[in-house]
């Protein structure tokens, strides 16, 4: 599935099923919600904490979710993710060309 898939398939299950988008500023708060929810389980799986009985621990159903609302957030302010992805890959690409390779720390 592409970008482009994603964003419209989303759009349609809105549409169809979840009757409308939440409010911009809703998602933002749902979307740093998810985040915390994927920072919980990278804490307990990789970091020094361990999991409560019965807590939910799949690490691909809130990156799932993250991405859910990361494509709301766009379909409602109208970015186009497909071409904001490849602009970034360049930005990057451009800016830190020579910056990992010259980082002792990355040797």
């Known amino acids: 599935m592409t970008l482009d898939e994603a964003q419209k398939q ?3 299950w809105i549409k169809t099923v ?3 988008y939440f409010s911009e500023l809703t998602n933002m708060a749902v979307l740093t919600e998810e985040v915390g929810e994927l920072a919980r389980i990278m804490a307990r ?7 409560k009985e019965g807590e939910k621990h799949d690490l691909s159903d809130e990156m799932a979710d993250i991405l859910w609302v990361l494509i709301c957030l766009a379909n409602q302010t109208g970015v186009d993710l497909t071409e904001a992805f490849k602009r970034n890959i360049e930005k990057k690409t451009n800016r830190d060309k020579e910056r990992h ?5 990355l040797q």
Do not use: A, C, I, L
């Open 18 to 20: 979840g009757v409308r």
């Open 10 to 12: 989303v759009d349609h």
């Open 45 to 51: 799986t990789y970091g020094d904490q361990s999991f």
């Open 101 to 105: 390779k010259n980082n002792p720390k």
